[in-house]
């Protein structure tokens, strides 16, 4: 068993999902549906394991370097579980900083990311808090994080605009003070 399915209270869940099933009519005892429960439960265990985990362990492996320009990691796939719906939304995300002294091993941003994202989350926090992270562990002299996702409950249900996409962005330090500088790093997100 996954150490995250260990933490997380399974017969809770699947007694939950067999409410769900009889309340929209369904039988939850014919096969088709018999181990949907546990198979549900096993998966938020998976999408919320972000929870029971610290993501400024991730944030351990740095590297001191004269390096001073933009560092840029772009196109990091995630998913994540939007809170109002328990529905995922879907994107990449490019997560730029300017270093003040050290760096980040490569990996490592794609981690945190995904540690934060394996949470019931809404864009716009996810967002903030993984730049106030990478700012507050780091100390980089800017951080700039552009999201793009697509939600299912945007399309999929309520207002059904299917390839819609959402777009969020937190600039912190240089990238927020200085237009330029916020000019440049948007540039290299773009090329
Ligand atoms: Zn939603």
């Known amino acids: 068993m996954p150490i995250y399915e260990k933490d997380v209270d399974q017969p809770a869940i699947r007694r939950a999902v067999r409410e769900i099933l009889k309340a929209v009519g369904e039988d939850p005892d014919r096969e088709g549906l018999r181990d949907t429960p546990a198979r549900v439960a096993r998966m938020y265990a998976e999408l919320c394991e972000g929870l029971r985990k610290d993501p400024r362990k991730d ?11 933009v560092v840029l990691v772009k196109d990091i796939p995630f998913h994540s579980l939007c809170e109002h719906h328990l ?7 490019h997560v730029g900083y300017l270093p003040s002294g050290q760096v980040l091993g490569l990996s490592k941003v794609a981690r945190i ?4 994202a394996h949470r019931p989350q809404v864009q716009e926090r996810l967002t903030t808090q993984i730049a106030e992270l990478l700012n507050r562990e780091l100390k980089p002299k800017g951080v700039a994080v552009v999201m793009e996702a697509s939600h299912a409950c945007m399309t999929i249900r309520g207002v059904k605009k299917p390839g819609s996409a959402m777009i969020t962005s937190a ?4 990238f927020r003070r200085d237009p330029a500088a916020r000019a440049e790093v948007m540039a290299l997100i773009r090329g």
């Open 87 to 93: 529905l995922p939304f879907i994107g990449k995300v």
């Open 113 to 116: 990311v995904d540690t934060l």
């Open 59 to 69: 944030l351990k492996a740095r590297f001191r370097e004269r390096y001073d320009e």
């Open 171 to 174: 600039m912190l330090g240089h």
